[in-house]
């Protein structure tokens, strides 16, 4: 069975960087497509970023297009977010998700597969 496992998540300043990975295991991610998805507090889960199967289709949420970038390394079974120009507006709880499907969406309702998450906290 599919398991994913997200790191990277932690402090950061205004302005600053992080990369989060989400490692898969029991399966291979190669016929999956992998959305990322952040809870803030008190506030509903919404997609940020998704990536096809093949990683040639790339989807982002208005709020962070310019300044995160989903790639995947089929070969390592992993997928990354990168995340620049952070604003305390991105601190949320990060989860990467999996579903069977050649294309990505942005909806969570469609993926099958999620990771426990990552914290990412931005603040001076």
Not at 74 to 91: F, G, H, I, W
Request: hydrophobic share 30%; glycine share 10%.
């Amino acid at each position: 069975q599919l398991q994913l496992v997200e790191s990277g998540g932690g402090l950061a300043q205004p302005g600053g960087s992080l990369r989060l990975s989400c490692a898969a295991s029991g399966v291979t991610l190669d016929y999956y497509a992998i959305g990322w998805f952040r809870q803030a507090p008190g506030k509903e889960r919404e997609g940020v970023s998704c990536i096809s199967s093949s990683g040639r289709t790339t989807k982002y949420a208005d709020s962070v297009k310019g300044r995160f970038t989903i790639s995947r390394d089929n070969a390592k079974n992993t997928v990354y977010l990168q995340m620049n120009s952070l604003k305390p507006e991105d601190t949320a709880d990060y989860y990467c998700a999996a579903r069977m499907f050649r294309l990505c969406d942005l909806s969570e309702t469609t993926y099958n597969y999620w990771g426990q998450g990552t914290q990412v906290t931005v603040s001076s």
